[in-house]
């Protein structure tokens, strides 16, 4: 039965409207401007018809759901019930065991522990951890770093036992007990491959420097400062969803059980709900030194937002702690989770600043598919009522003059006037393909603005005039001649 208190149970019949999360650099959108605008309201009943259609038709118990932008939770319901037998609705505010997502929070323990000088990521696991001594998977693989632990490029076995079928999670104790009579599936940086047992040694590393318990250390430093009040690690506290076995050739699908991780807890040991992950999502795409509901410094974020290892079809991957896929030809981080009876999944796009929570209380939901339609329906409509932030530099008619043909001794390139707009072409290229935006920044010179990073992307272009004729385009540091 969901274990929830009385004061609980009628915030779980209530609907959830939009709102600010409350954390410093408020989007510029107003949450009632999104949650307001036609397209949005309408993607939002296309998605919902959708998912009753999979309640009804999958017999699934229950979803929930949210979509972020920026710093607002946009929007957020729950499908189907958080308690079947007794008929409890699902809300966004159903608590779930979210599994490995507390992967992404392991890393951030250990990136605020980076920014503190107490370790590197090139540190050798055994430096923080002397009983860290598994047989390697050949005599010259080398260490394994912490960095391989959080990228998911240790070699590491993928578990620590057979806790997933017996639901008996090793204690730290036993999990260092053990730890000597494994042996490494591969050498590291061989290849990407998944490893929960890498990420409960990272959580272990964070309790042996601080010297605090795993879960105490991720509540004072990650869950306060973001007001995350409904995350927790291993307890069985009041607002869980009942979880639910995947549904049995006759139909059914039994409850499950509590089960604690125990010394895996960083690796999946969290419950969350959408309300709180929302507010995780949004400290994605925050900026400043670290202090306060800013946990770690922008550049911390951005290097665990880069991409680390890649999977053999190069379409998914790590960065630090965080999982990436591509979707819609698109660069999509976050991470999963499957836990007995809930699997999850989260999704952010740092370019446009949205990104997607889906809950379940079942484990043959297919979040991951889940997500990528709220993504398409919702998602893609958040993201085109964003107003486009108009260019610093108005458009000055007489930037026309900088059309034109410029060569070297590599190849032509070609200054293109189309609506108020410079573009770059190579036009003996096969296609026209996306070309290359001049965007004005002032004085009369550009910013070269491109999809992909080659060449001078991100540098000045500029054009030098002899006689009131264009003769030249310096593209960074290089130069072309105008073709007259």
Not at 126 to 132: C, R
Request: proline share 5%; aromatic share 8%; charged share 20%.
């Amino acid at each position: 039965m969901l274990r929830t208190s009385p004061s609980a149970r009628t915030l779980l019949c209530c609907a959830t409207a939009a709102f600010v999360l409350a954390a410093p650099g408020a989007g510029r959108v107003a949450a009632q401007e999104l949650a307001t605008n036609a397209d949005v309201l309408g993607a939002e009943r296309l998605f919902s018809a959708w998912m009753d259609g999979q309640l009804a038709y999958r017999g699934l118990p229950g979803v929930a759901v949210g979509v972020v932008h920026d710093q607002q939770l946009v929007w957020s319901k729950g499908f189907g019930y958080a308690d079947v037998k007794n008929r409890v609705p699902m809300t966004p505010q159903v608590k779930f065991r979210v599994a490995s997502h507390s992967k992404m929070f392991a890393a951030v323990a250990i990136m605020q522990l980076r920014e503190e000088g107490k370790l590197r990521l090139d540190d050798p696991v055994q430096k923080h951890l002397p009983w860290f001594k598994a047989k390697p998977a050949g005599p010259d693989d080398g260490d394994v770093t912490i960095e391989h632990l959080l990228s998911h490029m240790s070699g590491l076995q993928r578990e620590a036992g057979d806790h997933w079928t017996s639901e008996q999670f090793p204690t730290e104790d036993e999990l260092k007990q053990q730890y000597g009579s494994r042996q490494a599936a591969f050498a590291p940086n061989v290849r990407w491959k998944y490893s929960n047992l890498a990420f409960a040694v990272a959580g272990l590393i964070v309790e042996q420097i601080t010297g605090q318990r795993w879960a105490d250390y991720v509540e004072r430093q990650i869950f306060t400062p973001l007001g995350m009040t409904a995350t927790s690690v291993d307890k069985p506290v009041d607002g869980l969803t009942v979880p639910y076995m995947r549904r049995l050739p006759d139909g059914t699908r039994p409850e499950l059980r509590f089960v604690d991780a125990r010394g895996m807890a960083a690796a999946t040991g969290m419950t969350s709900n959408v309300d709180d992950l929302a507010k995780f999502v949004s400290a994605q795409f925050r900026r400043g030194p670290r202090g306060g509901a800013q946990i770690l410094s922008a550049a911390s974020w951005r290097e665990m937002h880069r991409v680390r290892a890649v999977d053999e079809n190069w379409e998914s991957g790590s960065g630090l702690g965080f999982d990436f896929r591509r979707i819609a030809n698109r660069t999509w981080i976050g991470h999963g989770g499957g836990y007995p009876g809930n699997t999850t999944q989260t999704y952010f796009q740092l370019g446009d600043k949205v990104g997607v929570i889906v809950l379940t209380n079942t484990n043959d939901s297919d979040p991951g598919q889940i997500a990528q339609q709220l993504i398409a329906t919702v998602g893609a409509a958040v993201a085109k009522a964003v107003p486009v932030a108009k260019p610093t530099v108005a458009w000055d008619a007489s930037w026309a003059r900088f059309a034109g043909v410029y060569r070297t001794a590599f190849g032509d390139q070609q200054v293109v006037l189309t609506n108020d707009k410079l573009v770059l072409i190579t036009p003996n290229a096969p296609a026209i393909g996306t070309p290359a935006t001049l965007e004005p920044i002032g004085n009369g010179q550009f910013r070269l603005v491109a999809a992909t990073g080659g060449g001078a992307v991100g540098e000045v272009v500029r054009f030098t005039e002899e006689n009131g004729r264009v003769t030249r385009m310096y593209t960074g540091d290089t130069y072309a001649v105008r073709v007259p």
